[in-house]
């Protein structure tokens, strides 16, 4: 069988210390990462949903290189990318780019989108002036805008156009991962399907993988072939996308699944919620956390496995 | 028969000045709330939501202004009342709680001084018995050891536990209103549904009208009955929640249920292509002579472009703003 990972993250943990002067203890360190393992496959759209803080973004950004992890590595195509071996700026930014949640805040207002597409470009070296339009007018296109509106600077555009944007400086460089880290929510809601569609568009056109952070759990459903669960720097779970939906095995996976205010359900079954059509919760295991929300960030969480319970789908269990 | 609504709003116009020009931000919005009601106002960002929910309480400042219409308060109308009225009327009969509650806190006040603050204002309790009342008040938003955190400033409390104390601000005088701006759109879906949960179940022991203020539609099928869209300013539908969601009437609530993707359908059904609704909303400089939706309707016809419509009514006090609904 073909290896089908392309991302291979192992035992990674991510600390900030704290500064000495707030906590008596100078050693004490926020974990946002905890020993955690995941691997990205070719073409798959993976994403990842958890609570605010359960260290999402750290995750990302440890992944496009911004941030140094504590210990463990992150390996591209098999190669490792982290520690000694890792590779360039350059390099990296041709293996993975991210799209942001607040697409006006990632765009320099002061600059053309000509310019935003063109320095990454000349940055990699392509100094042929034709061939940087050429390639500039192609991403444009791709993403939907009209290459003559190249010219134009970042308020000029609609939301929706900037996050199509957006998209665009992600792609210029052909990069084989996109990172999308909240990619509609900043959006109206009328333009997010448009959004939505072209980026899966993209995924099956350019034969993309995506790691996707998001808290809309049916743009969840509509886009992942895969979803993890974290909760505070962990993986609880992970498995395909039907597996998470229809048989949450860990219990803070079935609380997000209850919580999701979902009005077509709603409406449809007005006594009923998710819960009550969850199947019931597997016995014999004990979880981390009992009592969800009572995690200290500075200690490090109790030994736990990874443990299959189905086709591709693991769920973490307090260790025996 | 029936009562006469706790409010009723009557073709509100908010203005935006702009230099020489005067702008019909919100125009001709109609609607009402009944005793111990829960009305939704949905819309997508920059419709209008906030700044209808401010001219209620008298809150806007320059350069919007209420052009012309009514907001009548127990039969009151509160465009008449003066300030020293309104601020009465505020945080005693009718208060409101915001997406961001530490923009509404005093970071420098503990909580509970901001709780104690509302009874010694509107009840003329002393501060030492309204300190007291501010611990049961804590304890009725369901803060666990309230008698501890009474004594946390703002920023001690993490996001859910803040909108939880902005809760008991706001219901501290058991008001008749309460607006609730995006009150969860900041929080994390577990903790979303704890606070709605709340707020439906104090809101409802009380007998307290909300006005519940989203651009989340499953948050508003789950707390309300009854729900006004509003896109770019205008309220183009105005109906039960329930048959809104079966049978949109105005094409932009059509178009905007089509568009999103429902939790389910892909079990059911092969992944297919959203539809979208072509087009971008229009700024408030661009809105359109007639109906604001125009632009990005499919069904529309001359008429549209040159006339707003008056509203069609469609049976137990809905009705939709379209010459072509249905
Ligand atoms: N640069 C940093 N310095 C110190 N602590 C940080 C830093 N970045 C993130 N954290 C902390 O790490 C944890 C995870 O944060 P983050 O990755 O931003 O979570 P998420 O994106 O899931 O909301 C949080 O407790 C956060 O406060
Ligand atoms: N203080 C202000 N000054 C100028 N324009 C404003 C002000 N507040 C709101 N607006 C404008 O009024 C419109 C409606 O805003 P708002 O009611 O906040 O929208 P919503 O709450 O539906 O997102 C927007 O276009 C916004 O830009
Ligand atoms: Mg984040
Ligand atoms: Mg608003």
Redesign the interface.
Known sequence: MVDQTLLRIENLSVCFPVSAGLFRRSHQAVRAINNLSLSLHKNECLSIVG??GCGKSTLALTILGLQKPTQGSISFDGKPITGAEQPGRMQRARMAQMVFQDPYASLNPRQTIYSALAVPLRLHGLCNQGEVEDRIAATLKMVGLKPEQAKRFPHEF?G??RQRIGIARALILNPKIIVLDEPVSAL???????I??LL??LKAQLDLSYIMIS?D???V??MSDRIAVMYFGQIVEEGP??SI??NPVHPYTR??L??????????RQEDMTRKDMQPPPLSGFSYYPEE?GTHDVYQSPPATEFLPVGDDHRVRFIAR | MSAPPLLEIKNLHIDMRSGQERLNVVENVSFSIGAGETFGLVG??GCGKSITALSLIGLLNRPLSVGQGEILFKGQNLLKMNGSELRRLRGNRISMIFQEPMTALNPLATVGRQIAEMFVLHQGSTWHEAERKAIAALAQVQVPAPDKRVKNYPHQMSGGMRQRVMIAIALACHPDLLIADEPTTAL???V??EI?KLMQELCDQRGTSVLMIS????????MCRRVGIMYAGHLVEERA??DL??HPAHP?TH??LA?????????LDE?K?????EG??PSIAAFPTGCRFEPRCTRATPICRDTVPGPSILGDGSFVRCYHHG
């Open positions: 609570e605010s609609s929706g156009q109206d809601v009328s333009i997010r399907a448009q939505i569609n899966l568009e808290h759990l049916s743009v459903e509509h996308w039907q939906f229809a609380r997000l209850a919580a999701i205010p979902d009005p077509f359900m709603i409406i969800i | 997508e960002s994390d879906v577990t979303q549904a709605l651009h989340d539609l499953g948050v508003i099928a789950k929640v329930a969601f079966r932009y178009g905007l568009s999103l993707p429902v939790l389910g359908q892909r079990t992944r292509p959203l539809q979208e609704i971008i909303v």
